[in-house]
């Protein structure tokens, strides 16, 4: 289970986050919604102290993380547990998609150079990418090098993966087979936190739905919750404004 508690942050004088509760529970996936500037990015990379909350706790499972005084090793046992999918693949450009996915086993987690392969590739052929292990990046779409990212995401065996906005780089007829592999591993029962723009595939993953604005978290539930009776006012005029026709259930 992953626990945030009143995480707040700052850029300068300007508050981005503004107490925000959290709670996933394990093998739940969650997709965080909302306009630009709400706090969504910021929010995800908190989790995985990318950016350090200025106060609160994040607790994953027995182990929690006080954001106002943490060491050195509670950041890197709190990495440990998260991945990252990022929206602009932030893959290596010099490595092959193979040796991109190996990096953290060998970095990270420090495994044998062999092992690191086997997991590699057994990854990337999870995502459709076992006759790409030898490409590099400028040789691949965008939407494989996303692929790549998911397996490298994958590879590390994380407690949660962190995706933000992982379709928002991509041109349109590629979105379909990142959307794919994603749907493909929430099946699994991997713990996911979601940011999209995709309202559809949202209401069709996802067990439970954040709605957030402002730095808060505005309504949560279900996705039958709050695609087909939102209770907040702000909820329904966000909804209404990608669904023009005042019908929220896509």
């Given at each position: 289970?992953i626990?945030?508690?009143?995480?707040?942050?700052?850029?300068?004088?300007?508050?981005?986050?503004?107490?925000?509760?959290?709670?996933?529970?394990?093998?739940?996936?969650?997709?965080?919604?909302?306009?630009?500037?709400?706090g969504?990015?910021?929010?995800?990379?908190?989790?995985?102290?990318?950016?350090?909350?200025?106060?609160?706790?994040?607790?994953?499972?027995?182990?929690?993380?006080?954001?106002?005084?943490?060491?050195?090793a509670?950041?890197?046992?709190?990495?440990?547990?998260?991945?990252?999918?990022?929206?602009?693949?932030?893959?290596?450009?010099?490595?092959?998609?193979?040796?991109?996915?190996?990096?953290?086993?060998?970095?990270?987690?420090?495994?044998?150079?062999?092992?690191?392969r086997?997991?590699?590739?057994?990854?990337?052929?999870?995502?459709?990418?076992?006759?790409?292990?030898?490409?590099?990046p400028?040789?691949?779409?965008?939407?494989?090098?996303?692929?790549?990212?998911?397996?490298?995401?994958?590879?590390?065996?994380?407690?949660?993966?962190?995706?933000?906005?992982?379709?928002?780089?991509?041109?349109?007829?590629?979105?379909?087979?990142?959307?794919?592999?994603i749907?493909?591993?929430?099946?699994?029962?991997?713990?996911?936190i979601?940011?999209?723009?995709?309202?559809?595939?949202?209401?069709?993953?996802?067990?439970?739905?954040?709605?957030?604005?402002?730095?808060?978290?505005?309504?949560?539930?279900?996705?039958?919750?709050?695609?087909?009776?939102?209770?907040?006012?702000?909820?329904?005029?966000?909804?209404?404004?990608?669904?023009?026709?005042?019908?929220?259930?896509?």
């Amino acid at each position: 289970m992953i626990k945030l508690t009143q995480i707040n942050k700052s850029f300068g004088r300007q508050q981005v986050l503004k107490g925000i509760d959290l709670t996933v529970k394990k093998g739940e996936v969650v997709a965080i919604l909302g306009p630009s500037g709400s706090g969504k990015t910021t929010l995800l990379r908190c989790i995985n102290y990318l950016e350090r909350p200025g106060s609160g706790e994040i607790s994953i499972d027995d182990f929690t993380v006080n954001c106002r005084n943490p060491s050195k090793a509670d950041i890197h046992k709190l990495r440990q547990k998260t991945a990252m999918v990022f929206q602009q693949y932030n893959l290596f450009r010099h490595k092959t998609a193979l040796e991109n996915v190996m990096e953290g086993l060998l970095i990270v987690k420090k495994l044998p150079k062999e092992e690191a392969r086997r997991i590699s590739v057994e990854h990337l052929e999870k995502v459709g990418l076992g006759n790409k292990l030898d490409a590099y990046p400028s040789q691949l779409s965008g939407g494989q090098q996303q692929r790549v990212g998911i397996a490298r995401a994958l590879a590390l065996n994380p407690d949660v993966i962190l995706f933000d906005e992982p379709t928002s780089a991509l041109d349109p007829e590629l979105v379909g087979e990142v959307l794919a592999v994603i749907r493909k591993i929430a099946k699994e029962g991997i713990t996911m936190i979601i940011v999209t723009h995709e309202m559809g595939f949202a209401q069709d993953v996802a067990n439970h739905v954040v709605f957030m604005d402002g730095g808060v978290v505005v309504e949560e539930g279900s996705p039958q919750d709050i695609f087909s009776s939102p209770k907040e006012e702000r909820t329904r005029q966000f909804l209404k404004r990608i669904t023009p026709d005042g019908v929220y259930s896509i």
